[in-house]
């Protein structure tokens, strides 16, 4: 993403309660999907609802801006009914990103981003800056993008103009229905780095439902665990859902390696980085090695000229004379950010041949590295720091 | 064809070409009235039906049965009512448009994502504004291709409306060519009619990729 120094001035979260909240599809007399659920959502946090298929947290979040309407019990946002409101002017107010983005195949970019605010009659001088100013919150260089139909967008591209969309009257409160599913694993862990840090500016109070409890434990300040029915087993901080959970069922939900799991708690930024040795690519192989050999490794990270990590060069691959070349060096694992989780930064790292994670800034260039070693520090102290 | 005149005669185009524009005309004209008047009836019985999908099976059922009725008969059963008039003709035509059209506007609308419905509506488009903003723009391509087949569907049934006294270049087959044994007459109007229709068929195809270049935006750009 790219720096915004002009990011927004942003309207922050909203404290969002659910009351006594059920909800029932059928008659009277069939089970309810929602069942008598009542929690606080704190201002600027991330709630996130989990639970396996048919545990009504998609139901839940969508009777916040009354997709559904519930059978009793009500919602309110900072006090306010949302049954106050006329539905449609509620969900102008309220953020929603869905898994499949929904995007508006007919809008270009700009136009897609622009939905809201319109609909809202914003002037379009207004509107036109809003949607630029959103598509650089997310990384999209407007020049760029603003123009093009979401068919010729990859997935990642979507995914980001998704959120541009829901941001774009600067809603206090922001619904995610699994909004990172449908991508592929790696795309998902940068994506919901890039969400983290977006998040960290515009702290909004955020509705996230999935069904995935590592993606939980990593997005969430508070996680909300639901059962069959709709019945809440837990409401607490992901540390404290992995070390006390409250019910067989949410030990069993979450997983037996909550140990490992605990990972997900830890971020790369809580490692301290090691400054790895480096050379780019175009560099004299024996300058590269008087390198290595002062620093006393075993490898060296080639960079391209913008310091973006390409692989590794044992002491083998600089043998001889020239220069040094992309194809010389072996790929390493797929480059950390720093809100990567631990557990994220760990898998990638066993399957590498060099164990160590090459940790990249926004704009992938290269800030150090971290080792198995300082992982297992963190494991063996047991706690897994929590950010 | 009568022996020792010539197949093909020129000179009877060149001398009647204003009767020939005027036959030209006469059929743009009654194709339009007919295909108009059809797509409005179509759009209103696809929004009652989206409205009351139970609807569907019905409405298709009359115009299927509508649209197998000989267009013959059809005007046998039409002119005690209308006469022989330009409305018994167009009744005729209209009625042969909406089976086609019904049925397109019903698939188009139903092709509409239900993320794309879902996201509308979770932004706060009233259901009317999803409609005209989101789900309609959206189903045009099909909707177009549904006109096209109608009004090339159409173009040819006008000709036939010549029994009842109109059919546009119909009567350059019909009346001063068949009854006449007229080749020459005969191949003007097909050829104009076959000409008609490709070309409204184009124009159609050529006004929907105007209207929709998001539909080729995965050709057109690179991702």
């Given at each position: 993403?790219?720096?915004?120094?002009?990011?927004?001035?942003?309207?922050?979260?909203?404290?969002?309660?659910?009351?006594?909240?059920?909800?029932?599809?059928?008659?009277?007399?069939?089970?309810?999907?929602?069942d008598?659920?009542?929690?606080?959502?704190?201002?600027?946090?991330?709630?996130?609802?989990?639970?396996?298929s048919?545990?009504?947290?998609?139901?839940?979040?969508?009777?916040?801006?009354?997709?559904?309407?519930?059978?009793?019990?009500?919602?309110?946002?900072?006090?306010?009914?949302?049954?106050?409101?006329?539905?449609?002017?509620?969900?102008?107010?309220?953020g929603?990103?869905?898994?499949?983005?929904g995007?508006?195949?007919?809008?270009?970019?700009?136009?897609?981003?622009?939905?809201?605010?319109?609909?809202?009659?914003?002037?379009?001088?207004?509107?036109?800056?809003?949607?630029?100013?959103?598509?650089?919150?997310?990384?999209?260089?407007?020049?760029?993008?603003?123009?093009?139909?979401?068919?010729?967008?990859?997935?990642?591209?979507?995914?980001?103009?998704?959120?541009?969309?829901?941001?774009?009257?600067?809603?206090?409160?922001?619904?995610?229905?699994?909004?990172?599913?449908?991508?592929?694993?790696?795309?998902?862990?940068?994506?919901?780095?890039?969400?983290?840090?977006?998040?960290?500016?515009?702290?909004?109070?955020?509705?996230?439902?999935?069904?995935?409890?590592?993606?939980?434990?990593?997005?969430?300040?508070?996680?909300?665990?639901?059962?069959?029915?709709?019945?809440?087993?837990?409401?607490?901080?992901?540390?404290?859902?992995?070390?006390?959970?409250?019910?067989?069922?949410?030990?069993?939900?979450?997983?037996?390696?909550?140990?490992?799991?605990?990972?997900?708690?830890?971020?790369?930024?809580?490692?301290?980085?090691?400054?790895?040795?480096?050379?780019?690519?175009?560099?004299?192989?024996?300058?590269?090695?008087?390198?290595?050999?002062?620093?006393?490794?075993?490898?060296?990270?080639?960079?391209?000229?913008?310091?973006?990590?390409?692989?590794?060069?044992?002491?083998?691959?600089?043998?001889?004379?020239?220069?040094?070349?992309?194809?010389?060096?072996?790929p390493?694992?797929?480059?950390?950010?720093p809100?990567?989780t631990?557990?994220?930064?760990?898998?990638?790292?066993?399957?590498?041949?060099?164990?160590?994670?090459?940790?990249?800034?926004?704009?992938?260039?290269?800030?150090?590295?971290?080792?198995?070693?300082?992982?297992?520090?963190?494991?063996?102290?047991?706690?897994?720091?929590?950010? | 064809?009568?022996?020792?005149?010539?197949?093909?005669?020129?000179?009877?185009?060149?001398?009647n070409?204003?009767?020939?524009?005027?036959?030209?005309?006469?059929?743009?004209?009654?194709?339009?009235?007919?295909?108009?008047?059809?797509?409005?009836?179509?759009?209103?019985?696809?929004?009652?039906?989206?409205g009351?999908?139970?609807l569907?099976?019905?409405?298709?059922?009359?115009?299927?049965?509508?649209?197998?009725?000989?267009?013959?008969?059809?005007f046998?059963?039409?002119?005690?009512?209308?006469?022989?008039?330009?409305?018994?003709a167009?009744?005729?035509?209209?009625?042969?448009?909406?089976?086609?059209?019904?049925?397109?506007?019903?698939?188009?609308?139903?092709?509409?994502?239900?993320?794309?419905?879902?996201?509308?509506?979770?932004?706060?488009?009233?259901?009317?504004?999803r409609?005209?903003?989101?789900?309609?723009?959206?189903?045009?391509?099909?909707?177009?291709?549904?006109?096209?087949?109608?009004?090339?569907?159409?173009?040819?049934?006008?000709?036939?409306?010549?029994?009842?006294?109109?059919?546009?270049?119909?009567?350059?087959?019909?009346?001063?060519?068949?009854?006449?044994?007229?080749?020459?007459?005969?191949?003007?109007?097909?050829?104009?009619s076959?000409a008609?229709?490709?070309?409204?068929?184009?124009?159609?195809?050529?006004?929907?990729?105007?209207?929709?270049?998001?539909?080729?935006?995965?050709?057109?750009?690179?991702?």
């Open positions: 993403m790219t720096a915004t120094p002009s990011a927004p001035p942003a309207r922050t979260g909203a404290v969002v309660a659910l009351e006594h909240l059920s909800k029932r599809f059928g008659p009277p007399g069939t089970p309810l999907a929602v008598d659920l009542t929690l606080t959502i704190a201002a600027g946090e991330i709630c996130v609802l989990v639970g396996p048919g545990c009504g947290k998609t139901t839940t979040m969508k009777m916040i801006n009354r997709l559904i309407e519930p059978t009793s019990g009500r919602v309110t946002i900072d006090g306010e009914d949302v049954m106050a409101l006329p539905a449609v002017e509620l969900r102008r107010r309220i929603y990103v869905i898994q499949q983005v995007l508006f195949p007919h809008m270009t970019v700009a136009d897609n981003v622009a939905v809201v605010p319109r609909l809202l009659r914003w002037p379009d001088a207004r509107v036109r800056e809003r949607s630029r100013e959103l598509l650089e919150l997310v990384g999209l260089d407007p020049a760029t993008y603003a123009g093009r139909y979401p068919a010729a967008l990859s997935g990642g591209e979507r995914q980001r103009v998704g959120v541009a969309r829901a941001l774009a009257a600067d809603p206090p409160v922001m619904l995610m229905d699994e909004p990172f599913g449908a991508v592929d694993p790696i795309l998902r862990d940068r994506l919901q780095n890039e969400f983290l840090r977006l998040q960290a500016k515009v702290r909004k109070t955020i509705v996230f439902v999935t069904h995935d409890v590592d993606e939980a434990i990593k997005m969430a300040d508070r996680i909300a665990i639901l059962r069959r029915g709709g019945v809440l087993a837990q409401y607490d901080t992901p540390d404290a859902i992995l070390s006390a959970p409250a019910s067989e069922f949410v030990e069993h939900f979450v997983g037996a390696d909550r140990g490992l799991k605990r990972l997900s708690l830890g971020r790369v930024s809580d490692l301290p980085l090691i400054a790895p040795v480096l050379a780019r690519v175009g560099e004299a192989r024996l300058l590269v090695r008087q390198r290595l050999d002062a620093a006393a490794g075993d490898y060296v990270l080639l960079t391209d000229m913008a310091d973006r990590p390409i692989g590794w060069l044992g002491r083998r691959d600089l043998a001889g004379d020239g220069a040094l070349t992309d194809a010389d060096a072996t390493g694992s797929a480059p950390l950010q809100e990567s631990l557990r994220d930064a760990l898998s990638a790292m066993l399957a590498s041949a060099v164990q160590l994670g090459v940790v990249v800034d926004e704009h992938d260039a290269v800030l150090g590295l971290i080792s198995v070693d300082a992982i297992s520090e963190v494991l063996q102290s047991s706690g897994g720091s929590n950010p | 064809m009568i022996p020792g005149r010539p197949f093909f005669q020129p000179q009877w185009i060149v001398d070409l204003d009767e020939i524009g005027r036959r030209l005309g006469e059929h743009v004209v009654m194709t339009v009235i007919a295909v108009a008047v059809g797509f409005c009836i179509s759009f209103g019985l696809a929004l009652l039906i989206r009351r999908p139970r569907y099976g019905p409405v298709i059922g009359i115009t299927g049965t509508i649209y197998s009725i000989p267009s013959l008969a059809l046998a059963l039409l002119i005690p009512v209308t006469g022989i008039s330009l409305l018994t167009e009744i005729a035509l209209v009625s042969y448009t909406l089976l086609i059209l019904v049925r397109n506007i019903v698939t188009a609308l139903e092709g509409v994502s239900p993320d794309v419905i879902q996201a509308a509506d979770g932004m706060g488009y009233t259901a009317r504004q409609l005209w903003r989101v789900e309609l723009p959206i189903a045009l391509p099909v909707i177009v291709a549904g006109l096209r087949i109608a009004t090339v569907t159409t173009i040819g049934l006008v000709a036939v409306t010549t029994l009842i006294g109109m059919g546009g270049l119909g009567y350059l087959i019909i009346n001063s060519g068949i009854q006449r044994f007229f080749a020459t007459s005969i191949y003007a109007g097909v050829i104009l076959v008609l229709a490709v070309a409204a068929d184009l124009g159609l195809l050529a006004v929907q990729r105007r209207l929709t270049p998001w539909a080729r935006a995965r050709e057109g750009q690179p991702s």
